[in-house]
């Protein structure tokens, strides 16, 4: 998800394989520039506004089109997607086609499917994300719709969803983070965060077991204050602290698991890799001058060795070894976000293709894992921002971008 210029005052919460231009500055560093798109559109469908006005019902003039990170429900070819007409949106994986959508659970937040059979959605609602909603997948009907308990919570997300606990993790506005129970929508267990900054993190807090659920807490609408953010892990049954970390000035994006250690980005551009069973610091890499607000994914290589790939506000996807954040190599595929780029799409992997598809301020860029080559590119002459979503067969990639529209590719 990349950050816009928000107008709101936030409180404390929570193909074919083309050429390969290689134009190296270093054995590590590389620019890509692909003249023509090479990956093939399957559809484009509108799924909101792709301007604003008074009577389009966006948020306000500086969200448009969507941000939000869609949800395919495989079992039932099916994906679903929010934007900021404050809709949610169920359609044909394959086609696009419209089964149904929903007014009031949109926006930028990242729907949830329940992981067990998928069928239920969870998200929040009311556009600032008054409620957090549970809908049925089938039919788009409302559920329930529970409310934060904390007076000023002005923003609630639905993390992740432990159908084996019957609960899905929420944050809010407020610092609290919240285990909601699934059948009622009642407040499970509250824990609070202690931090002056939003939880971003809870777009996907993380399972390091069956037991446990990592945050990242403490982010900021302005993006270069300091907040003190943090990653805190809790015991998902009873939500007392399992161990927390200081990580940085803001975090915005949800922590990743390895074999041995869970990674968050910051925005002052720095990496943190943490030892999974007590949260002791094993790494802190700076990557560059650019805010890391995407999700990390960890990887192996073919030579078995773990590698952990982030994007940043600089333009640049990074490959850091997962033992010690040293650099394995670094592509540019985008200006910086002052000149009016940056990345800020967590990557999606393609196992059969070996390589990671995320989105990018024109379009989706494909890289090799082995070798930060870009192989390929589809232009949509927009910010996509959102993360893309693979489908189980590796066929169907689909993505949300800020012209309002969803793309659905074939790979």
């Given at each position: 998800m990349m950050?816009k210029?928000?107008?709101?005052?936030?409180?404390?919460?929570?193909?074919?394989?083309?050429?390969?231009t290689?134009?190296r500055?270093?054995?590590?560093?590389?620019?890509?520039?692909?003249?023509?798109?090479?990956?093939?559109m399957?559809y484009?469908?509108?799924?909101?506004?792709n301007?604003?006005?008074?009577?389009k019902?966006?948020?306000?003039?500086?969200f448009?089109?969507?941000?939000?990170?869609?949800?395919?429900?495989?079992?039932?070819d099916?994906?679903i997607?929010?934007s900021?007409?404050?809709?949610?949106?169920?359609?044909?994986l394959?086609?696009g086609?419209?089964n149904?959508?929903?007014?009031?659970?949109?926006g930028?937040?990242?729907?949830?499917?329940?992981?067990s059979d998928?069928?239920f959605?969870?998200?929040?609602?009311?556009?600032?994300?008054?409620?957090?909603?549970k809908?049925?997948?089938?039919?788009?009907?409302l559920?329930?719709?529970?409310?934060?308990?904390?007076g000023n919570?002005?923003?609630?997300?639905?993390?992740a969803?432990?159908?084996?606990l019957?609960?899905?993790?929420?944050?809010?506005?407020s610092g609290?983070f919240?285990?909601?129970?699934?059948?009622?929508?009642?407040?499970a267990?509250?824990?609070?965060?202690g931090?002056?900054?939003?939880?971003w993190?809870?777009?996907?807090?993380?399972?390091i077991?069956?037991s446990?659920?990592?945050?990242?807490?403490?982010?900021?609408?302005?993006?270069?204050?300091?907040?003190?953010?943090?990653l805190?892990c809790?015991?998902?049954?009873?939500?007392?602290l399992?161990?927390e970390?200081?990580?940085g000035?803001?975090?915005?994006?949800?922590?990743?698991?390895?074999?041995?250690?869970?990674?968050?980005?910051?925005?002052?551009?720095?990496?943190f890799?943490y030892?999974?069973?007590?949260?002791k610091?094993?790494?802190?890499?700076?990557?560059?001058g650019?805010?890391l607000?995407?999700?990390?994914?960890?990887?192996?290589?073919?030579?078995?060795n773990?590698?952990?790939l982030?994007?940043?506000?600089?333009?640049?996807i990074?490959?850091?070894?997962a033992?010690?954040?040293?650099?394995?190599?670094?592509?540019?595929?985008?200006?910086?976000?002052n000149?009016?780029?940056g990345?800020?799409?967590?990557?999606?992997y393609?196992?059969?293709?070996?390589?990671?598809?995320?989105?990018q301020?024109?379009?989706i860029?494909?890289l090799?894992?082995?070798?930060?080559?870009?192989?390929?590119?589809?232009?949509?002459?927009?910010?996509?921002?959102?993360?893309?979503?693979l489908?189980?067969?590796e066929?169907?990639?689909v993505?949300?971008?800020?012209?309002?529209?969803?793309?659905?590719?074939?790979v």
């Amino acid at each position: 998800m990349m950050m816009k210029k928000k107008l709101i005052s936030l409180c404390c919460i929570f193909s074919t394989v083309s050429s390969k231009t290689n134009l190296r500055s270093s054995t590590h560093e590389k620019f890509f520039q692909l003249a023509d798109s090479n990956l093939k559109m399957a559809y484009k469908v509108l799924i909101g506004c792709n301007g604003w006005s008074l009577t389009k019902e966006c948020w306000n003039p500086f969200f448009v089109g969507s941000d939000s990170s869609p949800a395919i429900s495989d079992a039932h070819d099916e994906v679903i997607v929010g934007s900021y007409d404050n809709f949610i949106y169920n359609l044909n994986l394959q086609t696009g086609e419209l089964n149904w959508k929903t007014k009031g659970s949109g926006g930028e937040d990242s729907p949830k499917l329940s992981p067990s059979d998928g069928s239920f959605i969870y998200a929040w609602g009311n556009l600032q994300g008054a409620t957090l909603d549970k809908i049925n997948r089938s039919d788009g009907r409302l559920i329930w719709s529970a409310k934060s308990p904390s007076g000023n919570a002005d923003i609630t997300t639905a993390g992740a969803v432990d159908d084996s606990l019957s609960l899905v993790f929420a944050g809010t506005s407020s610092g609290k983070f919240y285990a909601v129970n699934t059948f009622d929508g009642s407040i499970a267990w509250t824990y609070d965060m202690g931090c002056k900054g939003e939880m971003w993190g809870t777009l996907g807090p993380l399972s390091i077991s069956d037991s446990t659920v990592c945050v990242g807490a403490g982010g900021n609408a302005i993006p270069y204050l300091n907040m003190d953010a943090k990653l805190v892990c809790l015991d998902k049954a009873s939500g007392n602290l399992v161990w927390e970390a200081p990580a940085g000035k803001q975090i915005q994006s949800r922590p990743s698991l390895g074999s041995e250690l869970i990674f968050v980005g910051d925005y002052s551009g720095h990496l943190f890799g943490y030892e999974t069973s007590t949260g002791k610091l094993a790494f802190d890499s700076k990557l560059g001058g650019g805010i890391l607000e995407g999700s990390p994914i960890v990887l192996n290589q073919q030579s078995g060795n773990e590698i952990v790939l982030v994007d940043s506000w600089d333009g640049l996807i990074y490959a850091v070894n997962a033992q010690d954040g040293s650099l394995n190599w670094k592509t540019q595929v985008a200006q910086s976000k002052n000149d009016g780029g940056g990345l800020g799409s967590s990557p999606v992997y393609h196992t059969g293709r070996k390589t990671v598809f995320f989105g990018q301020p024109s379009g989706i860029s494909e890289l090799e894992i082995e070798s930060g080559l870009q192989v390929g590119f589809f232009e949509t002459g927009v910010q996509c921002g959102s993360s893309p979503a693979l489908s189980k067969d590796e066929t169907m990639l689909v993505i949300a971008c800020e012209d309002g529209y969803l793309y659905g590719i074939h790979v």
